[in-house]
């Protein structure tokens, strides 16, 4: 058994302990600083702030929906990055909370399901969704959690967060037990189906628990897979691995337990799923379709496991939530049984 699973609890968390110590903040990798999408103040990428102007220059293109801007149209644009131009449109994009604010930045140690501001009217909606951000095993993506949860609960679904416990310190045994134990939480609380929605490694997570469905008492009834990494083999590389930081060396030797259901994934012996909503993108290099989810999607054809697979240009590696996918993601879960048009 694990370690320290009973302390996994629905709500908020004070903790104060963040994932890495505050002096080394200036140089966490940038898809976690994420300095042009976190607080009130516009920056780009490098941090650097963004200034109001009109648009200068003929058909520039925005850094965000790539569409050109019209000659004098407001624009926000980086002085010191000539090429960061914000459209008008864009620049109104939801913000995502700063580090010191991050609900999914803290708390190593205190596994929560995080719920959404949003509250469905319980006994009008069934099932709950478990959403598991991605980050690599060793981090939690912000986009990848609270503001799908918050999605999924304006459209009447029950949904929270998972912040599992992540390397180096737990290795992926720990990870796993806790969306299994969210999951049994959440049906003794509220009863009815548990959906599991991954990103990235998140869903790498939730397809190692659903190996587990052939089991008596099954984890889930049912899992979306978005950009899962399905394929773990860079996780045995460590020029692949894509650890940061001072605890590398820990992390990839923890990281060698996220090899343990490899081959189960790949269709090998032992592979197993409940029913599955897929989405790859064609254009995603950090985990593209004919490495990943090629792969799974044909092991769920041939273990004839009801799968709806989205294949197509989403957009590189960790599009959230863009892309048109969330319609189709929706009126899936309706009919498996998920959401407030179930309960009618």
Known sequence: MVKRTAQLKLGRCTSKTPLVKRDLWPYLPDWIALYAERGSMPKC????RLCRESCRKRHPECTYCEAPAAL????????????????????????????RLDPLFFGPNTPRLLPSTTTPDHRATAGSIIIC????????VPHEGPPVAEYF??????????????????????????????????????????????????GHLVASVGLRTSQATRPLEAQALVYPCIDGRDWADEDTCGFWGDDFDECFRKGQ???????????????????????SSTKDRASPPKQHTDLYAAALRKKRIHCTYLRRNFGPHGFGMSGGWTQECLAWLHQQGFGPDAMQ
């Open 153 to 202: 609960a304006q459209k009447g679904f029950r949904a929270y967060v998972l912040r599992y416990r992540l390397l180096p310190k737990y290795d992926f045994e720990d990870m796993q037990q806790d969306l299994e134990v969210a999951a049994q939480l959440l049906r003794q609380t509220f009863r009815g189906p548990v959906c599991a929605l991954g990103f990235s490694a998140g």
């Open 45 to 48: 990428w490098e941090g650097h």
């Open 72 to 99: 004098q149209s407001p624009v926000l644009v980086c002085r010191q990055c000539s090429w960061w131009l914000v459209c008008s449109t864009c620049a109104k994009r939801p913000r995502l909370p700063k580090i």
């Open 257 to 279: 337990s996220l090899q343990s259901t490899r081959r189960a994934l790949l269709g090998g012996r032992g592979f197993a799923a409940p029913p599955t909503f897929l989405v």
């Open 133 to 140: 951000p991605g980050g690599n095993y060793q981090f939690l």
